[in-house]
C-alpha cells in the first residue's frame, strides 16, 4: 500500500491532465465547427472552449448543441409536407391575386410579401380588421371577451402563462368554455410557464381543456432545451380572430393605477380578425402535434372563408425557429429595411443584431433614411444590456438615432416602415429569438394602422433620452471594455 502511495506521488498529474484534456478540448472543437452554423457562434463557442477550460465545454454541451433539431425536423416537417403539398398552389394563386387587387403603395413592398410566400408559403391576406392593443391594460380585456364568445374552439399557445390573477381569469373561461363543449387546446413552454405545470393544468385537463407542454424540461439545471423554447403568444378562436404580439399572460404586465410603484411595463399586442389568421392556425396545428404527439388534421371548419369583408388590411405573417430550413424572420426584417425610403421605427428590448441587421440599418441611414431605435434604459439583463451598447456607436457614427426609454420597461417588438409596413410580433432582434426559439410576427401592409403605431413610437420617445455620440464616447473606458467582452457572447446571447 505504501508503494502504491509513493508511486502515486511520483506521476506527474498535470502531464496525465494534458494527455487526457486536450484530445477531449481538439474533439469538442471539431465538433462544434461540425455542428454550428453560424460563423459567429462557431468562434464564441470556440473561444469558450478553449479559454475557460472545462467550464466551456460544459456550458458548450448544455445550451450549444442542437440535441433535438434532427428530431425536431422529422417530427414537424412530415406533419407540414402533406399540408403544404395540397395547398401550396392555392396559396400562390390566392396571394398573387391579393397583391394584384392592392393599392400601389402595398405594390412597393412587392419583394416583401414575395419573401414570405416563397421561403415560408405563408400567404397574403386581404379583407382583414387588425386592432392594435397597448399594454395589458387593453390586451386582456379584448381577450377575456374573445374568449367567453368562443362557440367552436380555442387555441391558445404562450411562452408565459402564469397562476395568478388574470392566469386563473383565463383558466376559468377555459374550463367553462370546455364543459359548454367548445374545442380548448393549450400549449404552454414547459419553461416559461413552470408556474402552471402541475395543479393548474390539472384543473384544466380535468374540466375536458387539452394541454400539452412545449418540450417539456426533465432536468433544469443542464437543460440544452432551455435554447429551443417556444417564445409564440397565440391565441385563435373559431377561426375568425386571433391574438399575437409580445404580451404573455401575468400579472405584472397590467400597469394598475392602485400599484403605481411597481415597474411600467410598456408592450405591445395585435387582435387580427379575417384570412389573416389562417397561418396563425396552421402554425398552431405543426405546433400541437409536436407537443402533444398526435395527428390534428386541417379539416375545413378550422379555416372557415369569412363570408364578408371585415376590413382593410393585408395580413402576412412570419414565423420561424429551431425546425426552419432558413431564418424567415430575420430575411423579412433585412427585405423591409433594404425597401425603406423614408423612415424605419424599430422598438426592442434585446438588441444584438448580428452583422445583417447591423449592416442593414447602418447602410439605410448612411443612405438618408430616418433611422429610429427604442431601447430599454432600463433592462432585466446587465449582460445583455453591456451586448447591445457595444452595437451602438458605429451606428450613432452612421447616423441612426437610439434612444433609451425611461418611464419603465420596454418590451414591445415593432417596426414601421415608412409609415406604410409594420410588424409585430414576439421577437426580439438577438440571435436567441432569429435562431434558437420558436417566434411570429405579424406582418400589416396599411397605412392606417402604420400611423398608429408611427404615433405610439413617437409617443414613447417623449419618455425617453436620446443618445448623445459624443458623451456616448466618453463613458469610463473600463465600461466599455466590459461591453466589448460582452458582445463577444453575442452569438450566445
Not at 319 to 346: C, H, M, N, W
Not at 368 to 397: E, T
Request: glycine content about 6%; proline content about 4%.
Amino acid at each position: 500500500m505504501a508503494e502504491l502511495l509513493k508511486s502515486l506521488e511520483n506521476i506527474d498529474w498535470l502531464l496525465v491532465w494534458n494527455i487526457v484534456y486536450i484530445p477531449v478540448l481538439v474533439a469538442v472543437c471539431l465538433r462544434i465547427v461540425y455542428d454550428t452554423g453560424s460563423t459567429a457562434k462557431t468562434l464564441a463557442y470556440l473561444l469558450l472552449a478553449i479559454f475557460v477550460p472545462v467550464a466551456g465545454i460544459v456550458i458548450y454541451f448544455s445550451f450549444g448543441i442542437n440535441y433535438k433539431k434532427r428530431k425536431l425536423y422529422s417530427k414537424k416537417l412530415v406533419e407540414d409536407e402533406l399540408f403544404i403539398q395540397r395547398l401550396e398552389e392555392r396559396v400562390h394563386a390566392y396571394s398573387q391575386e391579393v397583391l394584384a387587387g392592392s393599392n400601389p403603395t402595398v405594390q412597393r413592398y412587392r419583394e416583401l410579401v414575395n419573401l414570405l410566400l416563397h421561403d415560408g408559403l405563408s400567404p397574403l391576406t386581404g379583407r382583414n380588421q387588425v386592432t392594435l392593443l397597448l399594454n395589458g391594460e387593453e390586451k386582456f380585456p379584448a381577450v377575456l371577451q374573445a374568449l367567453r364568445e368562443a362557440r367552436h374552439h380555442i387555441h391558445l399557445e404562450y411562452y408565459i402563462l402564469d397562476n395568478d390573477q388574470i392566469g386563473n381569469q383565463i383558466k376559468e373561461i377555459l374550463m367553462q368554455k370546455a364543459r359548454e363543449g367548445v374545442q380548448v387546446r393549450f400549449i404552454y413552454d414547459d419553461y416559461g410557464s413552470r408556474s402552471i405545470r402541475r395543479k393548474y393544468v390539472a384543473e384544466l385537463r380535468a374540466a375536458g381543456v387539452e394541454a400539452y407542454p412545449f418540450h417539456k424540461v426533465l432536468f433544469w439545471l443542464l437543460a440544452n432545451r432551455l435554447n429551443y423554447r417556444n417564445h409564440r403568444k397565440i391565441i385563435i378562436i373559431d377561426a375568425q380572430t386571433a391574438f399575437v404580439g409580445g404580451i404573455n399572460v401575468a400579472d405584472r404586465y397590467i400597469n394598475r393605477p392602485e400599484d403605481p410603484n411597481r415597474l411600467f411595463w410598456r408592450d405591445t399586442h395585435l387582435r387580427i380578425d379575417g384570412p389573416g389568421i389562417y397561418y396563425l392556425q396552421y402554425l398552431f396545428f405543426c405546433d400541437w402535434n409536436f407537443a402533444s404527439g398526435q395527428h390534428l388534421h386541417p379539416e375545413e371548419h378550422y379555416f372557415i372563408a369569412q363570408p364578408h369583408p371585415v376590413g382593410n388590411s393585408l395580413v402576412q405573417i412570419a414565423a420561424s425557429g429551431p425546425d426552419s430550413p432558413r431564418p424567415t424572420i430575420v430575411f423579412s426584417l433585412l427585405q423591409a429595411f433594404y425597401l425603406a425610403q423614408k423612415e424605419i421605427l424599430v422598438t426592442t428590448p434585446y438588441f444584438i443584431p448580428g452583422e445583417g441587421i447591423l449592416q442593414a440599418l447602418t447602410v439605410a441611414a448612411l443612405g438618408g433614411v430616418k433611422v429610429k431605435l427604442l431601447v430599454p434604459g432600463i433592462s432585466d439583463s446587465a449582460l445583455v444590456n453591456a451586448a447591445a451598447w457595444s452595437y451602438y456607436d458605429d451606428m450613432l457614427h452612421a447616423g441612426v438615432e437610439i434612444y433609451l426609454y425611461q418611464k419603465g420597461f420596454i418590451h414591445s417588438k415593432t417596426v414601421v416602415i415608412d409609415g406604410a409596413v409594420s410588424m409585430v410580433g414576439t421577437a426580439n432582434m438577438d440571435n436567441r429569438s432569429f435562431e434558437l426559439n420558436f417566434e411570429v410576427n405579424a406582418v400589416v401592409y396599411d397605412e392606417a394602422i402604420s400611423k398608429q403605431l408611427r404615433d405610439v413610437f413617437y409617443a414613447d420617445l417623449r419618455q425617453a433620452e436620446k443618445i448623445n455620440l459624443r458623451e456616448w464616447r466618453q463613458r469610463p473606458r473600463l465600461k466599455q471594455f466590459f461591453e466589448k467582452l460582452a458582445r463577444l457572447l453575442s452569438p450566445l446571447l
